[in-house]
């Protein structure tokens, strides 16, 4: 999603989802889940029109807390 609404090519790799608490995605992840770490570097590299984020602390931070509640569960 976010790479669609940045304009950056990406490629879909269709996988099962119990398929990320496996080998290979736990070499790069070893809780077995989407990492968050991947979206905050999308947006910190390429949103630099601010589309997706914001300018603020204040704001910066809620988008935040609801991506480490999506990462944790």
Known sequence: ???AELGISYEIVPTKFDEVKKRPFTDINPN???PGAIIQYIIEQYDTEKTL????L???H???QWLQFQMSG
């Open 58 to 60: 204040q704001e910066r």
């Open 53 to 56: 984020t914001y300018n603020t």
């Open 32 to 34: 077995g889940r989407c």
């Open 1 to 3: 999603m976010y790479c």
């Open 62 to 64: 809620h988008l935040k």
